[in-house]
């Protein structure tokens, strides 16, 4: 039986394919049409689920849908009724598309898909709460949903048991943690729905000035971690913007404008509503657990992409294991939708596994002869290695000589983040390489932190860390040992002067309050991507390397040869590894732009 999940029309639109409970293939829409965090019915996405599972449309049983159209279109007109006149020029933007395709969703999948069986629907937070819970290791857990807002929920926890989720409790909109922190990123300059980890980066830079006024004016908190925010102060309901010029007064002034310079008072305001967002959190995650009494906990939802708060609950919290859906956002709603419909909806037994999600290795891969097909056509120079171990020592010794190379290996992740297979690598001892990542080839903000891979054999060598991370969803401190003492002058800096201040052995992947947001990498997961790290630690001593996202800024991860292959021309990366094949960047010709799309070029998947 063939299962195709699908998430679309808010953002990140996905399609994920189960066929008898194993997960064959998912990926974001946006790998394939280049628009970053895709919003538009998942065509692409779905052709590729079921290119990779050799069918066809019409082998499809079903097609799960992640939420109910008609309940939450029944929110947006009811908020629309309640702040009127306010929000009409809202209510003109909305309207068209959801009369056009939204709230008719069985006719829209159907035409979309060319597709005439059964189409399922399952409410955004049973979403959530499957993506959770039917991937994770355990087989019974408690689990916290977190996002902006589904169809009214925003906030949900339950139970998971056997074959079946249950929803206990939920909070509902417009009272939401994720549209709060929403409107701090919209506030201070980034982009809703997009800039969210921008701001929880921004952090550590500042203090916590403002946590007084936010829990007295914004947010009523809690015991349990339940809150209520004061709509005084918000737009999102019913307008076109988050917040309002209440907020406004409130803060000393208007929203940060895009691409302007931060002030020390978007430092604050980011660290503020972090710490806010960590006690609701970590309270929830107390409560959660006195009433479930259950040892272990699964988190999704597009809060569950914070991963200091996730760290935090992790270390101080009273769950046993926390396990974190890798595509813990909208996309990963087109897995847990499946999944709901696999299990929950047709009765299907389900046994715990750890691999179950296959480490979120679900995209499209590319073997070497596509590779060489590739290059070969594009008169690219390379050299190609037959040999395991005679490729991972060249690319462990480019690393290790403070190169920057990126990294295309097997199948694409699933999620936001690069895990080893679309990767950019580089050497975490070196105390230039943030910045030359960040301005050279990121071509991105100077404040944002790297993130480490590291054997998870030997992470605890490196970080106050005891759990598996392999998502890299849990921020955890630097271990004591390899931080150095900083100088009186070095305790004094502020704002981005802390950038300068080298605070461990490990420069380039720790943040300034000695932090780092960890991928611990076993063998079983991806024996390639463990063995060059291993290699690296042979040569260098040091078990970990600077893992980042192959992409450049406003771009998504890159997905194909082609695709990689322009994003390491057209930056200042030194070396490309492509499945088997090594490229120096000092050997290429001059880079012509592409005018056709590789994959229709050479008619290959």
């Known amino acids: 039986m063939n299962i195709l999940g699908i998430s679309a029309f808010y953002h990140d639109s996905a399609a994920a394919l189960v066929r008898d ?11 394939f049409s280049r628009k970053k965090h895709d919003p538009r019915f998942p065509k692409l996405a779905a052709a590729y689920c079921l290119r990779e599972a050799g069918i066809g449309i019409e082998q499809v049983d079903y097609v799960a849908f992640y939420d109910k159209p008609f309940v939450k279109f029944e929110r947006l007109l009811t908020t629309y009724l309640a702040v009127a006149p306010r929000g009409i020029l809202s209510f003109y933007d909305q309207m068209p598309g959801w009369l056009k395709e939204k ?17 399922l629907f399952c409410s955004h937070h049973q979403s959530h709460a499957a993506s959770a819970f039917f991937p994770s290791p355990f087989e019974k857990a408690a689990f916290i949903t977190v996002d902006g807002v589904g169809e009214w929920a925003t906030t949900t926890f339950g139970v998971g048991e056997g074959n079946k989720v249950k929803i206990l409790k939920e909070i509902n909109f417009p009272h939401s943690l994720g549209l709060l922190y929403s ?13 969210e980890y921008k701001l929880m980066g921004l952090a550590p830079y500042g203090e916590p000035k403002y946590v007084d006024v936010i829990r007295r004016e914004l947010i009523d908190i809690k015991d349990d971690g339940s809150y209520r925010l004061n709509m005084d102060y918000f737009d999102y309901a019913g307008g076109q913007r988050m917040t309002n010029a209440k907020l406004d007064a409130l803060f000393g002034g208007p929203p940060r404008k895009a691409e302007t310079k931060f002030t020390q008072r978007e430092m604050d305001l980011a660290r503020s509503i972090q710490d806010v967002t960590e006690e609701v959190m970590l309270k929830m995650a107390h409560h959660v657990h006195a009433v479930t009494g259950m040892e272990n906990l699964c988190l999704a939802g597009g809060v569950a992409l914070n991963c200091v708060a996730n760290g935090r609950i992790l ?29 929950q909806v047709l009765g299907n037994a389900r046994k715990a596994d750890k691999r179950r999600q296959k480490a979120t290795y679900l995209g499209p891969q590319y073997s070497d002869e596509e590779i060489r097909t590739f290059l070969d056509a594009e008169g690219v120079p390379y050299e190609y290695y037959a040999d395991e171990a005679a490729l991972l020592d060249r690319v462990a010794g480019v690393l290790a000589s403070e190169n920057v190379a990126g990294w295309f290996q097997g199948r694409m992740e699933f999620g936001p983040r690069a895990l080893g297979a679309r990767s950019i690598l580089g050497d975490p001892r070196s105390r230039q390489m943030q910045s030359v990542l960040n301005l050279k080839i990121k071509f991105r903000e100077s404040f944002r932190p790297f993130a480490p891979s590291v054997l998870r054999e030997r992470a605890g060598e490196c970080f106050e860390l005891d ?3 392999p998502y890299m969803l849990v921020v955890a401190p630097v271990r004591k040992e390899r931080l150095r003492e900083l100088t009186a002058e070095e305790k004094q800096a502020q704002g981005f002067d802390k950038l300068k201040v080298i605070r461990s052995d490990l420069p380039a992947i720790t943040h300034v309050d000695n932090s780092a947001r960890i991928q611990t990498v076993e063998k079983e997961d991806n ?7 291993q290699k690296f630690y042979e040569k260098t001593g040091c078990p970990v390397i600077i893992n980042t996202s192959f992409n450049v800024r406003g771009e998504p991860i890159v997905c194909t040869p082609q695709e990689a292959l322009t994003c390491f021309m057209r930056t200042k990366m030194d070396f490309l590894v492509l499945g088997s094949f090594v490229l120096d960047k000092s050997m290429q010709k001059n880079w012509v732009e592409p005018d056709k799309n590789w994959m229709e070029q050479y008619e290959l998947d």
């Open 315 to 343: 270390r101080e919290g009273p769950f046993k294991d926390v396990w974190i859906q890798p595509a813990a956002g909208d996309a990963g709603n087109a897995l847990g939708s499946a999944l709901f419909a696999w299990h």
């Open 103 to 119: 709230i008719f969703m069985r006719r829209t999948v159907r035409k979309e898909l060319e597709y005439d069986g059964q189409v």
């Open 21 to 31: 409970g194993e997960i064959v293939a998912a990926a974001q829409e946006e790998r």
């Open 183 to 195: 409107a701090f990123t919209y506030f201070t300059g980034f982009k809703v729905n997009s800039g």
């Open 467 to 469: 759990h598996d991370s």
């Open 527 to 533: 024996p390639r991507y463990h063995g060059l790290i």
